[in-house]
């Protein structure tokens, strides 16, 4: 069945860079998008950006451009995402999410990854 | 950026009975081409990632019980719960995937009166 398995928790000083990993099985790795979004405490969901597995193109969203990176490694089915400059207000639940179809939306969602970012 | 508004921001329903709740579009995510409207639904319970209800606003994901429905057109569309359960306890999220940056809802809290 198809999983992806995130790593676990950090906590990061203000102005530190965190990187978390996820770890797709049970398909073709290349074939499908990952997407990365975030949920801060007690708040909704937010959308950050693309990475294509097969050609390990990105597309990021407008508000996470310039300190927020996207790279893949195809030997091991893993995609990370790095969030450079952190400030508090990036404390949240970091998920990524399979987009299976034509449409993107997402069938298949990591278990999350708590960054807290505290002085 | 598309803004998702939904309604209401809580709801408590009995046991047995129906459940709706509402989504609505600042634009429409009706694609012409294909007729096709890009809202999907999720269930996101507590301390757990959130799971894929219904997609292109009214098809089921395989193995979400049929009690639950999404429907509507353009820029209002509606998730039903037939007959609620208690598992049904849980934070309902709809998102646009029409265009990026792809936004979501601020979320309805179901519980059980």
């Known amino acids: 069945q198809v999983q992806l398995v995130q790593s676990g928790a950090e906590v990061k000083k203000p102005g530190a860079s965190v990187k978390v990993s996820c770890k797709a099985s049970?398909?073709?790795?290349?074939?499908?998008?990952i997407h990365w979004l975030r949920q801060a405490p007690g708040q909704g969901l937010q959308w950050m950006g693309i990475?294509?597995?097969?050609?390990?193109?990105?597309s990021y969203g407008h508000r996470f451009q310039g300190r927020f990176t996207m790279t893949r490694d195809t030997s091991t089915s893993t995609v990370y995402m790095e969030l450079s400059s952190l400030r508090s207000e990036d404390t949240a639940m970091y998920y990524c999410?399979?987009?299976?179809?034509?449409?993107?939306?997402?069938?298949?969602w990591g278990q999350g990854t708590q960054v807290t970012v505290s002085s | 950026d598309i803004v998702m508004t939904q309604s209401p921001d809580s709801l408590a329903v009995s046991l047995g009975e129906r459940a709706t709740i509402n989504c609505k579009s600042s634009?429409?995510?009706?694609?012409?081409?294909?007729?096709?409207?890009?809202l999907a639904w999720y269930q996101q319970k507590s301390g757990q990632p959130p799971k894929l209800l219904t997609y292109?606003?009214?098809t089921r994901e395989s193995g979400v019980p049929d009690r639950f429905s999404g429907s509507g057109s353009g820029t209002d569309f509606t998730l039903t719960i037939s007959s609620l359960q208690a598992e049904d306890v849980a934070i309902y999220y709809c998102?646009?995937?029409?265009?990026?940056?792809?936004?979501f809802g601020q979320g309805t809290k179901l519980e059980i009166k």
């Open positions: 634009q429409s995510i009706l694609y012409s081409s294909n007729n096709k409207n890009y």
């Open positions: 990475m294509n597995p097969g050609g390990g193109t990105t």
């Open positions: 999410a399979r987009k299976r179809d034509s449409g993107s939306y997402f069938d298949s």
């Open positions: 049970g398909y073709t790795f290349t074939t499908y998008q």
């Open positions: 292109w606003a009214s």
């Open positions: 998102q646009q995937y029409y265009g990026t940056p792809y936004t």
